[in-house]
């Protein structure tokens, strides 16, 4: 009987055995640690496991930084400081134009407005570059932020600075520094987690670049360096404010409208005469420049002249020493807090009233209301009520407005104070004051109610007009050449009362009839009328 289908021998047929059970024990054990693919399956290996799978490709766009539960609360956390942001920004636009309540800067709100927009054009940028990170961005915002720094410090050391932006200002400056050291955060933070990714999903950093990455570097590096250079020049913008708070005013300034803000008020010479009798005041408005600039150097010399013995003046709110007021500002509205400010100081009158352009409707507001204490109008080439729509015209409201937000720059002031060695008075009331924020927010708000409130409270103020009251008009002979309306106004504001003692026109004056030496006599000669009678 053939024996070679049979082992030879016990052992050989226990191995065949022991084979037969480890492949029985093999298969269950993968029947028991295999699954099929549902969803709770991991798409990539956690970190313990990610060494025993094969890498990936760097192109992968599994290899992401937002895996990383860090990066998505950095990125939540700066979605959230960008929707507060916005929110400031629009209150800051806001005021520009309806002052909020507590929202109220006494220098202007172009400075706050341009602190709210750095940090928010910089968490914008950190946001639609989030994913690529990039160190000359992080280097500009780091420069960024020592500069706000600055700003801060410099706003809150100088009590003029400080007392102008209030908190408004220094939060809006204090906020744009934090945003701008989050930036640097945020994309540090980044970097890390792209590094961390590349390490764990391709076994090493990614060095290379995409083209689509190396422009979107170029792009935040570009508008990151724009915000670094509108800063530095508000820095140096701020720096002038800080050298000219230097300067003192000539007068006082006193707290008006509920001690929301202070008017600037000058006056010179004695209150009353030989007699005991109180002093007639010539008080002036000034037109569409300060009162220091011009007419305060002729009041002098009138005075020197013996035309009057006393004179006063104030800065309209935003003109010079005084400060903004809130949004919005009418004729009537600056017509009480001059009265204001005149009763804090205890001045009583008895006022003649000398003012020029625009400066005009002021004063005629005024006189409405202190008709008994007015013993003359003097109004020198007065701006009409029915060109008021000149001085409320859209497009030159819109340029004031612009003017306004690129105002911190400086990109007049700074040139002009480097080259041209312009001082600290010419840039508070001289030629250069037109390029302050104050100055040019006092003039929006003019514009923005021209047609509107302060063109009805100056037709009702000629209404109740007391019509005893003696006017002179001084009118420029080239102004009249050059507007074909204008002498049909001037001829119209002779009869705002029944008392007209004079209506001269200058042939060589311009608008500022007091440039001119025959301007000059001509109104002295008029005042000295005024106040004798």
Same mark, same amino acid.
């Given at each position: 009987?053939?024996?070679?289908?049979?082992?030879?021998?016990?052992?050989?047929?226990?191995?065949?055995?022991?084979?037969?059970?480890?492949?029985?024990?093999?298969?269950?054990?993968?029947?028991?640690?295999?699954?099929?693919?549902?969803?709770?399956?991991?798409?990539?290996?956690?970190?313990?496991?990610?060494?025993?799978?094969?890498?990936?490709?760097?192109?992968?766009?599994?290899?992401?930084?937002?895996?990383?539960? *860090?990066?998505?609360?950095? +990125?939540?956390?700066?979605?959230?400081? &960008?929707?507060? %942001?916005?929110?400031? =920004? #629009?209150?800051? @636009?806001?005021?520009?134009?309806?002052?909020?309540?507590?929202?109220?800067?006494?220098?202007?709100?172009?400075?706050?407005?341009?602190?709210?927009?750095?940090?928010?054009?910089?968490?914008?940028?950190?946001?639609?570059?989030?994913?690529?990170?990039?160190?000359?961005?992080?280097?500009?915002?780091?420069?960024?932020?020592?500069?706000?720094?600055?700003?801060?410090?410099?706003?809150?050391?100088?009590?003029?600075?400080?007392?102008?932006?209030?908190?408004?200002?220094?939060?809006?400056?204090?906020?744009?520094?934090?945003?701008?050291?989050?930036?640097?955060?945020?994309?540090?933070?980044?970097?890390?987690?792209? *590094?961390?990714?590349?390490? +764990?999903?391709?076994?090493?950093?990614? &060095?290379?670049? %995409?083209?689509?990455? =190396? #422009?979107?570097? @170029?792009?935040?590096?570009?508008?990151?360096?724009?915000?670094?250079?509108?800063?530095?020049?508000?820095?140096?913008?701020?720096?002038?404010?800080?050298?000219?708070?230097?300067?003192?005013?000539?007068?006082?300034?006193?707290?008006?409208?509920?001690?929301?803000?202070?008017?600037?008020?000058?006056?010179?010479?004695?209150?009353?005469?030989?007699?005991?009798?109180?002093?007639?005041?010539?008080?002036?408005?000034?037109?569409?420049?300060?009162?220091?600039?011009?007419?305060?150097?002729?009041?002098?010399?009138?005075?020197?002249?013996?035309?009057?013995?006393?004179?006063?003046?104030?800065?309209?709110?935003?003109?010079?020493?005084?400060?903004?007021?809130?949004?919005?500002?009418?004729?009537?509205?600056?017509?009480?807090?001059?009265?204001?400010?005149?009763?804090?100081?205890?001045?009583?009158?008895?006022?003649?009233?000398?003012?020029?352009?625009?400066?005009?409707?002021?004063?005629?507001?005024?006189?409405?209301?202190?008709?008994?204490?007015?013993?003359?109008?003097?109004?020198?080439?007065?701006?009409?009520?029915?060109?008021?729509?000149?001085?409320?015209?859209?497009?030159?409201?819109?340029?004031?407005?612009?003017?306004?937000?690129?105002?911190?720059?400086?990109?007049?002031?700074?040139?002009?104070?480097?080259?041209?060695?312009?001082?600290?008075?010419?840039?508070?009331?001289?030629?250069?004051?037109?390029?302050?924020?104050?100055?040019?927010?006092?003039?929006?708000?003019?514009?923005?109610?021209?047609?509107?409130?302060?063109?009805?409270?100056?037709?009702?103020?000629?209404?109740?007009?007391?019509?005893?009251?003696?006017?002179?008009?001084?009118?420029?002979?080239?102004?009249?050449?050059?507007?074909?309306?204008?002498?049909?106004?001037?001829?119209?504001?002779?009869?705002?009362?029944?008392?007209?003692?004079?209506?001269?026109?200058?042939?060589?004056?311009?608008?500022?009839?007091?440039?001119?030496?025959?301007?000059?006599?001509?109104?002295?000669?008029?005042?000295?009328?005024?106040?004798?009678?």
């Amino acid at each position: 009987m053939s024996t070679k289908n049979w082992p030879h021998n016990g052992h050989e047929a226990s191995d065949h055995g022991r084979d037969r059970d480890d492949l029985a024990v093999g298969r269950s054990s993968v029947d028991t640690h295999y699954h099929e693919p549902d969803e709770h399956t991991r798409l990539l290996p956690n970190r313990v496991d990610s060494t025993s799978i094969s890498y990936l490709s760097p192109d992968d766009p599994a290899v992401s930084p937002y895996n990383l539960w *860090t990066v998505r609360l950095v +990125r939540a956390i700066t979605v959230i400081a &960008t929707c507060i %942001t916005f929110i400031w =920004w #629009v209150l800051m @636009l806001v005021s520009v134009f309806v002052t909020p309540p507590g929202l109220h800067a006494r220098g202007s709100p172009f400075f706050a407005f341009s602190y709210t927009t750095v940090a928010l054009i910089t968490l914008i940028t950190s946001l639609l570059f989030f994913a690529v990170p990039s160190q000359p961005a992080r280097v500009v915002s780091i420069v960024t932020a020592v500069l706000l720094l600055v700003d801060v410090i410099m706003m809150l050391a100088v009590e003029k600075t400080r007392h102008e932006e209030l908190w408004v200002g220094v939060a809006s400056v204090t906020w744009a520094t934090l945003m701008a050291v989050w930036a640097v955060a945020a994309d540090r933070t980044v970097q890390w987690g792209k *590094t961390e990714e590349e390490e +764990r999903l391709t076994g090493r950093p990614e &060095t290379r670049r %995409t083209l689509l990455e =190396w #422009v979107q570097v @170029l792009l935040s590096s570009i508008m990151l360096t724009l915000v670094s250079i509108i800063v530095l020049l508000t820095t140096c913008t701020l720096t002038l404010r800080a050298l000219d708070a230097r300067v003192a005013p000539p007068g006082e300034r006193y707290w008006v409208d509920e001690d929301k803000y202070q008017i600037h008020l000058f006056c010179s010479g004695p209150k009353v005469d030989a007699h005991g009798n109180r002093t007639t005041t010539v008080l002036f408005e000034g037109g569409e420049d300060a009162v220091e600039h011009g007419l305060w150097q002729f009041a002098d010399n009138a005075v020197k002249n013996g035309s009057i013995a006393r004179y006063c003046f104030a800065d309209r709110p935003g003109i010079a020493w005084s400060d903004a007021a809130p949004s919005p500002l009418s004729a009537s509205m600056a017509s009480d807090v001059l009265s204001q400010a005149l009763a804090r100081a205890g001045e009583k009158g008895p006022w003649v009233l000398a003012s020029a352009g625009i400066g005009s409707l002021y004063s005629r507001v005024f006189s409405s209301r202190h008709g008994q204490e007015v013993r003359g109008l003097l109004m020198i080439d007065p701006l009409h009520e029915d060109l008021l729509e000149r001085v409320g015209a859209p497009g030159r409201g819109f340029r004031l407005w612009l003017q306004g937000v690129l105002s911190p720059c400086g990109l007049d002031r700074i040139p002009a104070a480097i080259l041209r060695h312009r001082s600290a008075r010419d840039r508070i009331y001289g030629g250069s004051a037109y390029q302050s924020g104050g100055v040019i927010f006092a003039k929006l708000q003019e514009s923005l109610v021209a047609t509107s409130l302060t063109r009805r409270d100056v037709i009702s103020s000629r209404t109740i007009q007391y019509k005893t009251t003696p006017v002179v008009v001084v009118t420029s002979g080239v102004q009249l050449r050059k507007d074909s309306e204008w002498e049909s106004k001037q001829r119209d504001l002779t009869h705002l009362t029944s008392n007209l003692e004079k209506w001269d026109i200058v042939d060589q004056a311009p608008h500022q009839v007091w440039q001119t030496l025959e301007g000059r006599e001509m109104i002295e000669k008029r005042l000295r009328r005024l106040v004798s009678l």
